[in-house]
Every structure is written in C-alpha cells, then in structure tokens.
C-alpha cells in the first residue's frame, strides 16, 4: 500500500482492459488518478468503482488525437488534482485486415490513435511536467512494436512508432528531470483481444471464437494470455520512485512470447 501514495496519475484508455486495471491499483495504492477515455460512461464507472473503495479519481473525456480535447481534460486534471506526476498513454486500437487490403482509412485511423496521440499526450503532460521540473511518461507499447504481423501491419507500424516516440521523449525531456519508458505487452485478456478474435474470425484466419487467440498465445512460455493483474507490479515500478534511474526503455512483459 502506497507505492504511489499522493502522485497525480493520468491513464489514457482507462475506461477498460490494461488502463482500467493500472487506475484500480493506482487508486489502491494512494495515488490521484484520472480516468482519461474517449467513452465517458466508461470512464464514470471506473472511477465510481476507485472512489467507492476509499480512492480518488476523476473522469477525463478526451480523443487522444485531438489536441484541443487533451489540453482541455489535462487542465481539468491538473485543476483537480494539482499536479502532474505521471501519465501512461495507453489509449489506444487495433482494426486487422489482409496486408494487400490495408487501405489509407484504415492506416490513418490507427497511426492517429496510436502515434500522434502518444506524441499530443506526451507533449500536453509535458509542458506541466518542465514547469514543475520532474515527471514520468509511460507508454503503452506491444510485442507487435518488436515484429510485424501481415494482418496487423499498420498497429504494428504504430507500436514500432511509440518505441521511437519513447526514446525521443527520453532523450528530449532528460534535461527537464523527465523520463520516459514504454511496455511491451503480448496477449492480454481484454476487449481489444476479444474484439480481434472476432475480426479475424470474419477475415477467414479462424474458424470459430477464442481459435486466433489461442493461436497466438501457444507461444507463450508461461502457459496462458496475460490478464490486466499481471500487468500491474510492472506498471507501479514504472509510476513509483523505483524506476527512477531508468528512461528510454522498453520492457517484454509478455509470458515470454518474443525473446530478445
């Protein structure tokens, strides 16, 4: 209990799967959290569920890829909470199709969620971040940023992209005392993967539900997909004093799917 006991934490994404998960423990663990999501009934239950266990939070609504909506829930935020400590930029989407069929609508959509919205984030967090001289950025990376999938290609564009938006933000914001890491999921058991299950089964790559998922997760060494509680113990190392001394890192936290 209090590993981030009075910092102020923002989770893009949080209205379910991983952010939802990283904003439970957060408020479990002291901090103030905003439950950033572009689905504000989403978000609402989320923190009713944080502040009903003795926690604080705030509901945040916001298109990570609007500047004009970030600014405005990130100054509600910091209004609110009086700083601005962390943020994990988690938001974030997948939409499969064939590698011949990816057409421009599909590429841009995911690259503005995934890249540029990584990029906004990071650089409306940030400018409270300088002011205050210190802060940490997390982002929300992925297996796929490591090695490209033909049904994925564009996420797996977007994720390789936030691989390098992380270590440019280290490098850039290190003299602010700012640093920034991103993690690297594999399967995970959350809407997203269940939502991926179904496209693919459309796409004609599985014959019936949970085959893509199980597919993919035969790899793992460690026996079975992730759940968003396996997630956790990483993300308060990432949000606490404990990585301090670390920036510019990707961590695997992964089962063991991709080695390197």
Known sequence: MGRVSGKSILITGAGSGIGEGFARIFGAEGAK????????????????VINENGGQAIAITADVSKR???????????????????????????????????????????????????LICT?????????????????????????????FAPYCASKFAVNALTQATAR???????????????VVDTPLWIDLDRDLMEMGMSERPGQATEEFSAGILRGRAATPEDL????????????DYMTGQTIMIDGGMVLI
């Open 68 to 118: 004009d909506q970030v600014r405005t829930g990130f100054k509600k935020f910091v209004d609110w909470a009086g700083s601005f400590d962390v943020i994990f930029n988690n938001a974030g989407f997948n939409k499969p199709m064939h590698l011949m069929e990816v057409t421009e609508e599909n590429w841009n959509a995911i690259m503005s969620v995934n890249g540029l919205g990584v």
């Open 33 to 48: 959290v905003g439950v950033c999501d572009l689905n504000t009934a989403a978000a609402e239950r989320v923190v009713a």
């Open 172 to 186: 850039g914001l290190a003299e602010h005392n700012i640093t920034c890491n991103s993690f690297a999921p594999g």
């Open 232 to 243: 956790q113990g990483m993300a308060l190392f990432l949000a606490s004093q404990d990585s």
């Open 123 to 151: 650089q409306e967090a940030g400018k409270y971040m300088i002011a205050q001289k210190s802060g940490k950025i997390i982002n929300t990376a992925s297996i796929a940023g490591r090695q490209g999938y033909p049904a």
